[in-house]
């Protein structure tokens, strides 16, 4: 057993590993002081800090949470536990958790009781239906509920009610993710798994740092890394993250041209003849559109446009075209930038043209964000309609009715669904009138704050926030409805590369608050919704009996639970779905057999223009891919709406730091996270500063068209004429509230055509220096802001971050 400062060290120790050997345990605990493992019950859960899905035991004395330990059997982690999972959980014994639920009484939240408070949301409800119907009611949720919650959420809102106002916000997350692979596949559906980490020969990354956003899963990458005959990595970032550092080639784009930049590899993939002509006459459409568009971007004019070196994209270009197994991911690099969509579906393409899917090293992972996006998405709270089905089939919506036992005209398939930027648009026009917010803080995450603010404070809008903490949002809202936290209720869900975990209730709520599902279904049961036959609607009561009726509604789609059960989930390691009788034991990869979900009769989606985002007919889809064949879609680069020039010179992007999840509510509130990030920064280039003449830990002010904010200046590796900002940083702060700081005050209303994603990674800003600092900024040295100036301190945590990790004999050496 071995000690180590996991804030200085988020990765922890190496434990080497070669190609297609099995990737080593280490067991990493964290326990508060004085506690001893042997006086604890452990009690099954999974991170919901991030994607990854790490499995760990949450140890319990005394009816209060104690600590961690990762899960060794787990086929995510095996074991090995980030910052966040090791520290988060303190966050849930926060003394200012919400205990009651709260009302707006002459302007003022104040304490009531949950009759009262639910009675308010019911009355407004019915009011709402009888008045204007069920498009004056919208539902705003997340990516971090539970699968039960989300598809109990589903019912109500797409059947019992019957709006077509729904959204999460995995709408600001993963609805590139999905698209992407509705337009490539045809369907949502991971094609790849974690396991091909431990195959692959070149491990591309776009848009994705995962060193500080997965660390786990960078841990295993620096395994591959540390061991014999290492992968390549290929990192395609403005900034200098730690995966940049540890890339083979770093592609650092100007924001916003990744499509200009994916269309100059493909044309060096195509022109040197690296594709597979067997796979895509076998199993694609769409190849000779893609060949011709990439013909107009020769390696020196995406270089020009992107403005990186010719040369390194035709090194990358080399890499991926000649890889054995390559493993691709994307994320907020590409979601969250300009042409979102576009760009994804080029790494799709990359994968097809050279036949490099559903073989073990040979995956695409178009990564999840938030920790149960994944079961957002599958259930039908994003908007689309329960187990991938399509919205624009009727037979699809037939299927839903039978099973809800309603008319099939009660659920709404007059068009897609409405996302997240239209409902606030609609609630800023008026015609929405009631909004329910779950475990989401629209208030600090959505872009352009001061707007959103105005929209959320309307009179005539009955903002309903369902949240831990009250937040920025709950302090607009007109009813405010505690929730139990994860540990606190049971649940199931489902990470990026489709492993389902058990996360079982470890401890009580605090005070009055409840479980999401439990306010779900206790609003049903006040509302009286019921099916056809006169039975409550929805008909389950509790986690396991929710999760049943799921598995009822995933029959025979893609994401097919049926041969999931919570006992087969206990004890044991995730199960990838789809795990029905054909594959029991889960699903690896998807489409090992070259055969996609993408059928007219099957598909969930018909796809649409992606440049446009004007979805195609039923007709134009059967025309176009009658054989349920992958798709290969071409996409031409087009200029970002807003480019840095004149008074705003810079292109602004804003993204994440290892130790903050999101708007903070959790990790600002766990002292080794909070110290290791505690106030927001800007990282600017060492060019750039020097020109301006700012100095490391200067205060500087950042403008764009929407507005300013103050933070200290990190001078970093970022590229010149770039600036970064971290959005975790809200107006809550005792020590300096106020609406100077949150990245979102400045980022622009603009979302892809295709996903509705907004667009958080490409605008125009300025930067001006106010005045001196009193010392270096305080943002993390070990990650994506470390310094130019070495002699800055170094990012620690000294005991209090101080955790153990147990690698067996067997597996510590990695090679045998
Ligand atoms: N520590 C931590 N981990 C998290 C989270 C968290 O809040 N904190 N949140 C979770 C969630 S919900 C998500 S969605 C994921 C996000 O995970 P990531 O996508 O890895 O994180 P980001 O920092 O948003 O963005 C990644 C990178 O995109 C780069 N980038 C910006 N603009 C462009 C561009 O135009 N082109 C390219 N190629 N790159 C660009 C940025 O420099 C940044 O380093 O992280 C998950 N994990
Ligand atoms: N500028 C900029 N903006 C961004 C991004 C960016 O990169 N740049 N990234 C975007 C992305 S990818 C994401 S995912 C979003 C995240 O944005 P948000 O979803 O707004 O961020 P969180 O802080 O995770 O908010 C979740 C809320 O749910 C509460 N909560 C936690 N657990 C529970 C629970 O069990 N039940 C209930 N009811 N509540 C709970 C938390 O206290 C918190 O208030 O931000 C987006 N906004
Ligand atoms: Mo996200």
């Keep these: 057993m071995e000690s180590r400062d996991r804030i200085a060290e988020p990765w922890g120790a190496r434990t080497p590993y070669e190609p297609g050997m099995p990737w080593p345990e280490r067991v990493d605990t964290y326990l508060v002081d004085g506690v001893e493992p042997e006086t604890v019950r452990w009690v099954q859960s999974a991170s919901v800090l991030h994607s990854d899905g790490d499995a760990f035991d ?32 303190q966050a ?25 408070a639910m009675e308010r949301v019911v009355r407004r409800s019915k009011e709402l239906l009888a008045e204007q119907g069920p498009s004056a009611i919208g539902f705003y949720t997340s990516g ?10 589903g019912l109500i809102a797409h059947g019992a009610i019957g709006t077509n106002h729904v959204d999460g916000n995995t709408r600001l997350c993963t609805a590139t993710a999905a698209a992407a692979l ?43 890394l540390a061991g014999a005959r290492p992968p390549a990595i290929i990192c395609v970032d403005p900034r200098r993250t730690p995966v940049a550092e540890r890339a083979t080639v770093h592609l650092r784009p100007l924001p916003g041209t990744n499509v200009a930049l994916m269309n100059g590899l493909l044309h060096e993939i195509i022109a040197n003849g690296w594709v597979d002509h067997d796979y895509i006459a076998a199993h694609t459409v769409g190849f000779d559109e893609l060949r011709a568009r990439v013909a107009e971007y020769p390696a020196n004019v995406a270089a020009q446009i992107c403005d990186v070196p010719a040369e390194d994209i035709r090194t990358a270009a080399r890499l991926l075209g000649t890889a054995e197994r390559l493993l691709s991911t994307v994320l907020q690099g590409f979601y969250q930038s300009h042409q979102a969509t576009a760009a994804s579906v080029q790494v799709n393409n990359v994968h097809l043209v050279r036949g490099m899917l559903g073989r073990p090293g040979c995956g695409v992972l178009q990564m999840n964000g938030q920790p149960t996006a994944e079961n957002t998405r599958e259930c039908g709270a994003d908007g689309d309609l329960p187990g991938f089905r399509n919205w624009f089939n009727d037979h699809h919506i037939e299927d839903l009715a039978r099973l809800w036992r309603l008319d099939h005209h009660q659920i709404p398939h007059y068009g897609p669904p409405t996302h997240a930027m239209q409902m606030i648009r609609y609630a800023e ?31 005539r809008l009955l903002l309903v926030v369902q949240d831990i903490f009250r937040t920025e949002t709950t302090e607009l809202a007109d009813v405010v409805l505690p929730a139990a936290a994860w540990g606190e209720k049971t649940g199931t869900f489902t990470n990026a590369d489709r492993t389902v975990h058990l996360s079982e209730k470890a401890v009580e709520p605090p005070g009055k608050a409840r479980p ?116 290969i879609k071409a996409a031409e680069y087009l200029p970002p709406h807003e480019q840095p020039g004149g008074q705003f010179p810079f292109a602004l992007i804003t993204g994440r730091t290892l130790y903050h999840f999101h708007t903070r509510t959790k990790t600002g509130r766990v002292p080794q996270l909070r110290d290791a990030a505690p106030k927001v920064w800007v990282e600017i280039s060492g060019d750039d500063a020097d020109e301006l003449g700012i100095a490391e830990g200067d205060l500087v002010e950042i403008a764009s068209p929407r507005g300013t904010i ?68 305080a943002a993390p040295t070990n990650t994506g802001s470390a310094p130019r100036d070495r002699s800055v301190v170094a990012t620690s945590g000294g005991q209090a971050g101080t955790a153990t990790s147990t690698t067996t004999a067997a597996t510590a050496g990695g090679r045998r």
């Design 58 to 89: 949450i140890a319990v004395r005394d009816g209060r949470m104690v600590g961690v330990r990762g899960r060794g059997i787990d086929r995510v982690n095996r074991g090995r536990l980030g910052p966040k999972d090791l520290f988060g959980w």
């Design 92 to 116: 849930n014994a926060a003394p200012d958790r919400l205990t009651t639920p709260l009302i707006r009484k002459n302007g003022e939240l104040v304490e009531t009781d949950w009759d009262t």
């Design 144 to 153: 971090q509920l539970f699968l039960e919650e989300y598809y109990t959420l």
């Design 182 to 224: 509705k337009e490539s596949f045809g369907c949502d559906g991971q094609p790849g798994s974690y396991t091909d980490v431990d195959h692959a020969d070149v491990i591309a990354l776009f848009g994705h740092n995962v060193a500080e956003t997965q660390t786990v899963l960078w841990s295993r990458m620096l395994d591959r």
């Design 429 to 459: 026009q008026g015609s929405l009138r009631m909004l329910w917010v779950s475990a989401t803080n629209p208030a600090v995450s959505l872009p352009d704050l001061d707007r959103i603010r105005k929209v959320l404070a309307q009179d």
């Design 516 to 631: 999401d599902l439990d306010i779900l279904l206790d609003y049903a049961r006040r509302m009286d919704f019921r099916d056809k036959n006169g039975d409550p609607l929805p008909s389950w009561h509790d986690p396991e009996s929710a999760f049943e009726a799921w598995k009822q509604c995933s029959a025979g789609r893609p994401c097919d639970y049926t041969g999931i059960t919570y006992d087969a989930l206990r004890g044991g390691s995730g199960i990838q779905w789809p795990c029905n009788d054909t594959a029991p034991g889960g699903t690896e990869r998807l489409y090992a057999d070259g055969k996609f979900w993408s059928a007219p009769d099957y598909c969930e989606s018909y796809g649409k223009d992606l440049i446009t985002g004007a979805p195609l007919s039923p007709e134009q889809y059967r025309a176009l891919n009658p054989e349920a064949k992958a798709i």
């Design 710 to 777: 103050r933070a200290h200046a990190r001078v970093s590796g970022i590229r010149p004429g770039v600036l970064f900002v971290p959005f975790h940083y809200g107006y809550w702060d005792a020590d300096r509230p106020g609406h100077d700081r949150a990245a979102n005050e400045i980022t622009i209303t603009d979302w892809d055509p295709v996903s509705k994603q907004p667009i958080f990674k490409t605008a125009a800003a300025s930067v001006r220096r106010c005045a001196a600092g009193d010392g270096p900024a």
